[in-house]
């Protein structure tokens, strides 16, 4: 007789962005957030640390997203560690520093060419 089981042993995750290794990680049932950010092997160099969304498929179709402040802390809450349910989206963003300095290389990448002639 075949053993039937309706708990999935993982459920699959996505942390996309500013993490060290984005993509779907397979984490068990009940995991936080937070356990999942270091199951993506954890921030990298250029991640907002402090905040990230979290995007939910819900039962009925809709889709919900809210920002979650991330306190590796704390133990599981709904506010800063909530459970993460199978198909969530965990997306990293940039700090704004990098933001800044991005958008002034992007700024002055034109120019480059120019002052090399000078040198």
Do not use: C, Y
Request: no cysteine.
């Amino acid at each position: 007789m075949a053993e039937a089981s309706f708990a999935p042993e993982t459920i699959d995750v996505n942390v996309v962005g500013e993490v060290e290794t984005p993509g779907i990680v397979a984490v068990p049932p009940n995991t936080p957030l937070n356990q999942a950010l270091l199951a993506a092997g954890g921030f990298n160099d250029e991640a907002k640390k402090s905040k990230v969304e979290l995007v939910r498929l819900n039962p009925n179709g809709t889709v919900s997203q809210r920002t979650v402040e991330v306190d590796f802390t704390q133990g599981i809450s709904e506010q800063n560690n909530p459970i993460l349910h199978h198909n969530d989206v965990v997306v990293v963003k940039r700090s704004g520093v990098h933001n800044v300095t991005n958008a002034l290389g992007a700024l002055a990448a034109p120019f480059l060419p120019f002052l090399r002639l000078f040198r």
